[in-house]
């Protein structure tokens, strides 16, 4: 009788070691921490990249805003009547008490078929926001208001969060103008704003001419006035035709953005 020997493929496999087993469990714990790790990295990434995006955003669209805003004084100066349609002020209301400035303008709105409309605006910077305040324009709209409070009939809404301070400069007669000296300059006959509660006479904007008194006589007044609109004719030859804005974030952040306010 003749034995046949059984093909390979028909014995019994062999089974893998406990070490191999070992060694594999090991193998698959590394690559899922690695794949986490990896899963973990570009979840944050796009964290940030979205919030950055954000942030992008919102500085975009309020500078954009600000820049239709500014470019509309641009006809009201034009209608003439002393309008001067842009005011800065000083004032303290940037995060922790920073010095920072705000801006009271009066815009033209223009609308298809419809009349056109002028806006009151005014940005300031408070509890760590830029603000953007908005109403309907009157000659007497802001007799009362005053930036830094609650201003009556104006609207506001945040336009840009973590703002620091807001300041403002601006492009005079060939060259550049800031602090209480623009500030100074844009107050004269101003309508966007009201008059300074501790100027009210606006001497500080005519500091080479004779200040206007209660007890100065109306004759001598008038002539005073009349010489203030001269200098102010003089001022008006080349004027206010730009604006520099440096918003500071509170991280640290600056940003600067120039206007040019003439068609």
Do not use: C
């Not at 794949?35 to 942030?55: K, N, Y």
């Not at 920073?98 to 078929?113: F, N």
């Not at 601006?170 to 602090?179: I, K, P, Q």
Request: aromatic letters at 6%.
């Amino acid at each position: 009788m003749m034995l046949r020997t059984l093909p390979r493929s028909s014995r019994r496999a062999a089974g893998f070691t406990l070490i191999e087993l070992l060694v594999a469990v090991a193998l698959l714990a590394i690559l899922a921490v690695l794949s986490w790790r990896g899963l973990d990295a570009v979840i944050q990434s796009r964290e940030r990249l979205v919030t950055e995006s954000d942030e992008l955003r919102s500085l975009t669209l309020a500078l954009a805003q600000l820049e239709e805003d500014l470019l509309g004084t641009w006809p009201v100066k034009n209608l003439g009547g002393g309008i001067r349609p842009i005011r800065v002020v000083q004032d303290q209301g940037g995060a922790g008490g920073a010095a920072s400035q705000s801006m009271m303008l009066v815009r033209e709105i223009a609308r298809t078929g419809r009349a056109t409309r002028l806006q009151r605006v005014v940005y300031q910077v408070r509890d760590g926001r830029l603000e953007r305040g908005f109403s309907e324009w009157q000659h007497s709209a802001g007799s009362g208001g005053q930036v830094g409070g609650a201003v009556q009939s104006l609207i506001w809404q945040p336009i840009l969060m973590d703002v620091r301070s807001m300041r403002v400069r601006g492009w005079v007669n060939n060259s550049w103008m800031g602090g209480s000296q623009l500030q100074a300059y844009t107050s004269r006959n101003n309508e966007s704003g009201g008059q300074d509660k501790n100027d009210p006479y606006g001497n500080s904007a005519y500091p080479n001419l004779p200040a206007i008194t209660p007890t100065t006589p109306p004759e001598v007044a008038e002539n005073i006035r009349a010489a203030r609109r001269i200098a102010d004719e003089q001022q008006d030859r080349m004027g206010l035709s730009g604006i520099e804005v440096l918003i500071e974030r509170t991280n640290g952040q600056r940003f600067l953005r120039i206007y040019s306010i003439r068609d």
